[in-house]
């Protein structure tokens, strides 16, 4: 390919600065910041304890510190800067009107420990949300408190356990997770003292029903399964699956990451999922904040909402109250009610949409993924072909064959203006490229994203092979050497020897 | 609807290029008994944004709140100052809607924040490594038992009573459905006996946890536990809960910790009402390859320029599942950033100060108790036990402060179950003035 | 990608050196190119007994992880510590300084293979 087309697809790129390391810049730091407080003595006691040697942490003036994070800032790619197609992350525009709201200081700076009473502002946002989560779910029992998607599914498998256990069933300790599950699946059966047993999905990438009721039997406790699955296909079989375990005496679990499909449409407490971990960031537009912090408030059915973790959010006429004790409940998972700030932007999203319009996300978010399957469905080869949900599964089968990998495409979507798709995941196709445009994506970045990928395509037909090994060329930093990383870790600087 | 740009015309257009004849036909698979009747689900009509900060706004206001009340609420939250540079730091859109960096040559932002962050902890605990953060202090003490299990091949797990009843009761949870034995040594009242702790290891013993400063605030050395641990292959996992601490008295690292865990919502982190905060992870170097959590590490790129990449990652579940470090997917990633702007316009001098002034308050109080109440003995930094006649007098108190828009501090049984409903749990940080202690003190007076 | 004619292999791609009474292990060529840089190896204790065919140490890359099977039962009486600072040489010399452990040769084998046999299944 003679002519650059570098640029044909996105804005170019302005000044970016270098900034070192806070522990490289030698000056002396400055007099310190000027702090509230008691300026007073400390007990005798307490000072045999003074620390002797400072911990060696530099500061800087307010305007070095924050000229430092800023330029960091600047060699961040995030949803406000552009297209983010992670497949599985739902990557929706967050509301910069809830960044304003948890920000009041009604609800930034409130103790968990305070009397209800000087609280029930508070109280009374988060218990309107878990019963909003339950109806969207149609699992009517929430509990707010995981503080991720995996740390709900431990949450949801210990209530599962419980549940099995309160029947008389405390030797079902099997937990059949299909191949296609993300990690945490059988990594948070582990946790909850339960092991896994894998399920090959059939040909189209679903949950084979042969499979399933091969697995099935007495110490069954619970199926996993993601309801759309990590391919961004619908279980059709939803309904003969979760019959099937719950005739061989088991529970189905639902990991909820990929509810932006049905939010509004369809609910899976409906279709006999008995227990639903919701990622509040994925799903209801929290941010991801560079990985965090996330919400996995968890909703079950009946028979699992005796198990909820404590402390429950209640109401009591029109009081509203933190209940801590419960015979029955697993326990807390966590220190605190749950991620509060998290949820309250939860809450305001869903807010927004009311009954009238939640729907439309999922509309939208599966309409989109469509559309840029539709687009390239003709140069990427798709594993499961089919509408798909609010999620597209392609590989580089086709692209292979000139010599360019899923990791290649993807370091060179970077040159062209777009953060990459999810890539190598869900594991049963081989160099997977999973899409998620999300809801909140006009119709013009779609076009630009696709018209990149046939580029992309272009390329390796044409043999530029080259350009696509050596990309990216074009961000802050080229290809980072991962294996040096791993075998010589340097997690910290190292502190200056005098 | 504003956060969807498509408008009917270009859905239409989707629709077509698609070659279905409407938003239904995307929805087929789905059994019909299944769908939901638009517009059906029991949820509140739509607001307008407007419509959405005044109903917040309402209910912010039923709310009473540190930013006008004098504050001594402590127990693992702390209030302490937040600079407005690192709101503001955090509500940068490349901060804030950045996700986790998997594609590190377009997230150095996030990663070099993190390596900095790493640093600072470590450097502030005293210990070699620290990831870059978990959920929170009470899920980070379970992990750490669920660690010192893994280094040791032991199962058994000592748990000092003088730790933050939540980190107890959570890291009991996470140990309670696999094998191994969890044991708690009872300290006594406000105990710091550690001899009681000793006593109790043995050698299926794979570590002991405490907390520095424990729960009620005392703060005493660990040297002898250190000692017995040694003797016993057993690891030291010392638990903190206000982070601060660690500018004015020795740290955990300083003491002889293996793996120290703690919460670091003092560093710039509002209290809100319980979260997002921030767990911490540390521990020695030898022991990092059965850390938890994601880490990130100091590289090179194509160009031989100095990057940083999240590493060690076949500790986690993507690629080791079942036989992972942890089921733990995510960090506090924000929380992190937030942490690191506010060390960096610390400094030490800065960290020293906040401490120096949540310490001075605390012995202000202390020193000026009338005969009537009593404080826990020894050496405390910010936080401790005031101990009233009865109930009656505490409640006394407690209500004469809420006449004085202050919160005196938590009744102990809230969150310590089954104690005497005659203490509280009292603490201090650089957001207390003279006036505040002025004012508590003569409430006191009003509880004889 | 090589196969040396004086070892044995098994079909987890392991290969085994007997001389006398002990057995050196290691993975072969095809293992170590398949795994890509090999970051860490998790050595096993030196006196514990394996059987055949069980996972005596773990071998890791930057994106994967795989268990290493022994070829034959034994005890472990040496493994080279040489990996803890050098963990490349799995992929430098997967048959040579990069072997992994040595047994005392105990009771029992996996299905062994020679150089031919494992070219062959290789090429199934």
């Not at chain 1, 942490?57 to 305007?63: D, F, K």
């Not at chain 1, 798709?382 to 692209?399: I, Y």
């Amino acid at each position: 390919m003679s002519q650059d087309t570098t640029f044909k697809y996105s804005a170019t790129v302005g000044i970016q600065h270098e900034e070192a390391l806070l522990f490289e810049r030698v000056h002396e730091a400055p007099s310190s910041i000027h702090l509230p407080g008691i300026d007073g003595d400390i007990s005798a006691e307490l000072s045999l304890f003074s620390r002797q040697q400072a911990a060696g942490i530099p500061g800087l003036s307010e305007p070095e510190t924050v000229r430092h994070f800023v330029r960091m800032s600047q060699w961040n790619h995030g949803i406000e800067t552009g297209f983010y197609p992670l497949g599985s992350c739902t990557m929706k525009y967050n509301p910069r009107v809830n960044e304003l709201l948890v920000r009041l200081p009604g609800l930034a700076h409130i103790h968990p420990d305070q009397p209800e009473h000087t609280v029930q502002g508070a109280l009374e946002l988060l218990y309107e949300l878990q019963g909003w989560l339950g109806e969207i779910s149609g699992l009517p029992y929430v509990t707010l408190q995981p503080a991720a998607g995996a740390h709900g599914e431990l949450t949801g498998l210990m209530m599962i356990r419980a549940a099995l256990d309160a029947r008389g069933d405390a030797h079902r300790r099997k937990v059949l997770v299909p191949d296609s599950a993300h990690g945490t699946n059988p990594a948070s059966a582990a946790l909850c003292g339960m092991h896994t047993v894998e399920l090959k999905s059939g040909p189209d990438g679903r949950i084979d029903l042969d499979e399933l009721k091969a697995h099935l039997d007495d110490d069954t406790a619970a199926l996993m399964m993601t309801n759309p699955n990590t391919a961004g296909a619908f279980e059709s079989d939803i309904k003969e699956i979760c019959s099937l375990v719950h005739a061989a005496g088991a529970l189905v679990y639902g990991d909820g990451a990929n509810l932006n499909a049905l939010v509004g449409v369809a609910r899976p407490g409906d279709m006999g999922i008995d227990c639903l971990h919701i990622n509040v960031h994925k799903t209801f537009s929290t941010p991801h904040g560079g990985g965090g912090p996330g919400g996995g408030p968890v909703a079950v059915n009946e028979e699992l909402a005796p198990f909820l973790p404590v402390p429950r959010i209640e109401k009591n006429g029109n009081a509203y109250t933190l209940a801590h004790a419960c015979e029955t409940s697993v326990g807390p998972v966590l220190g605190t009610a749950g991620q509060i700030g998290v949820l309250l932007r939860a809450h305001a999203y869903i807010a927004a949409f009311g009954h009238e319009h939640l729907h439309r996300i999922a509309e939208d978010a599966v309409l989109n993924a469509n559309y840029v399957l539709h687009r390239l469905q003709e140069r990427y080869h798709v594993p499961f072909p089919g509408l798909c949900k609010h999620e597209c599964l392609l590989t580089d089968e086709w692209q292979e064959k000139h010599g360019a990998k899923t990791l290649d495409i993807a370091k060179r979507l970077i040159d062209l203006g777009f953060h990459p798709m999810t890539i190598y995941f869900p594991l049963i196709v081989h160099g997977a490229m999973l899409i998620e445009p999300t809801e909140t994506e006009s119709r013009e970045t779609l076009d630009a994203f696709c018209d990149a990928m046939l580029d992309i395509a272009d390329a390796c037909e044409a043999g530029a092979t080259e350009m696509l090994h050596e990309a990216p060329v074009k961000p802050f930093r080229r290809r980072l050497d991962e294996t040096q990383a791993a075998r010589k870790p340097v997690l910290v600087w190292p502190v200056e020897q005098p | 609807m504003r956060f969807l740009p498509h408008t009917g015309s270009d859905r239409q257009a989707m629709l077509d290029s698609i070659g279905v004849s409407g938003m239904h036909d995307l929805f087929a698979d789905i059994p019909s008994e299944f769908h939901v009747e638009k517009g059906s689900l029991k949820l509140a009509d739509a607001l307008s944004e407007a419509g959405i900060v005044r109903k917040f706004t309402r209910a912010a206001e039923k709310n009473h709140n540190a930013s006008n009340s004098r504050y001594f609420l402590g127990g693992g939250t702390y209030h302490h100052f937040v600079p407005a540079a690192v709101d503001y730091v955090i509500s940068r859109g490349e901060f804030l809607t950045a996700y986790t960096p998997y594609q590190p040559e377009i997230s150095q932002g996030t990663l070099q924040a993190l390596f900095e962050f790493q640093t600072m902890i470590a450097r502030l605990t005293g210990m070699d490594v620290s990831n870059a953060s978990m959920y929170e202090a009470a899920t980070a003490t379970a992990e750490a038992a669920l660690m010192a299990r893994r280094v040791t091949r032991k199962s058994r797990v000592l748990m000092a009573g003088s730790v933050n009843p939540r980190y107890r009761a959570v890291t009991a949870n996470y140990l309670s459905r696999l094998d191994g034995e969890y044991a708690e040594v009872d300290m006594g009242a406000f105990g710091t006996d550690l001899d009681k702790v000793i006593a109790a290891m043995d050698e299926q013993t794979a570590c002991v946890i405490v907390q520095y400063p424990d729960f009620y605030g005392s703060v005493y050395d660990l040297a002898p536990l250190h000692a017995a641990c040694d003797a016993n292959r057993c690891l030291m996992v010392v638990a903190f809960s206000d982070i601060s601490a660690f500018a004015l008295i020795e740290s955990p690292g300083a003491m002889g910790a293996d793996i120290a865990v703690g919460s670091g919502q003092s560093l710039g982190i509002p209290m809100g009402f319980g979260g997002p905060h921030l767990g911490l992870f540390t521990c020695k170097q030898k022991y990092v390859r059965q850390m938890p959590g994601r880490v990130c590490g100091m590289t090179s790129d194509a160009n031989g320029k100095r990057g940083f990449v999240l590493t060690l990652s076949t500790r986690e579940q993507h690629i080791r599942r079942e036989k992972a470090t942890s089921n733990i997917c995510s960090n506090q990633g924000l929380m992190c950033t937030a942490a690191a702007t506010y060390m960096t316009l610390m400094g030490d001098a800065g960290l020293a100060t906040v401490a120096r002034h949540s310490a001075a308050a605390l012995q202000s109080l202390v020193s000026q108790l009338p005969a009537h109440v009593s404080a826990a003995a020894g050496a405390h930094y910010n936080e401790t036990v005031l101990s009233f006649a009865g109930y009656a007098a505490r409640e006394r108190f407690l209500l004469a402060t809420r006449n004085h828009d202050m919160f005196a501090g938590i009744p102990l049984e809230q969150i310590e179950a089954g104690v005497d409903t005659r203490h509280l749990l009292v603490a201090t940080t650089e957001m207390i003035e003279e006036a505040d202690i002025t004012d508590f003190l003569a409430a006191l007076e009003v509880s004889l | 990608m090589t196969i040396p004619a004086d070892l044995k292999y098994t079909k987890e791609h392991e290969w085994v050196r007997i001389e006398g009474d002990t057995a050196t292990f290691g993975i072969s060529d095809h293992a170590q190119e398949a795994l890509g840089d090999i970051v860490f190896v998790e050595l096993p204790e030196i006196g514990r007994t394996v059987d055949a065919g069980e996972a005596y140490a773990v071998v890791e890359s930057v994106k994967a992880v795989s268990d290493v099977y022994a070829p034959v039962a034994g005890e472990i009486i040496e493994v080279n510590n040489a990996l803890e600072g050098e963990s490349e040489l799995v992929n430098t010399d997967p048959y040579g300084a990069g072997w992994i452990a040595k047994v005392k040769i105990g009771e029992g084998s996996a299905e062994l293979l020679s150089d031919h046999e494992y070219n062959t299944f290789l090429e199934e």
